[in-house]
């Protein structure tokens, strides 16, 4: 099952740089792993903004939870998620 999941990150103004660095180090590696595993196969930063769409391919409506559960970042993220479906006019 293919989601498309726009992320936005607000972290709080007044977080000490270090563990915002930290967070940030986290994340990358988690969502760098679920990138070589195939379930997160794109990712798209939104121009000027702290913010991502991102294609995942997983396998239920759970274990795209449980992924956006533990991205490390979650905590202030705003996420929406629209379920996608084959277009029939779509080529390949």
Do not use: C
Request: charged share 25%.
């Amino acid at each position: 099952m293919k989601y498309l999941v726009h992320m936005d990150v607000n972290l709080p103004a007044g977080m000490p740089a270090e563990e915002a660095a930290e967070i940030k180090a986290q994340e990358k590696a988690y969502s760098q792993e679920l990138q070589r595993s195939g379930k997160w196969p794109e990712i798209w930063r939104v121009v000027g903004e702290y913010a991502n769409y991102s294609i995942f391919d997983v396998e239920s409506n759970d274990e795209l939870h449980g992924i956006l559960q533990g991205l490390p970042l979650f905590p202030y993220m705003d996420i929406t998620v629209v379920p996608l479906a084959k277009h029939p006019s779509d080529v390949k």
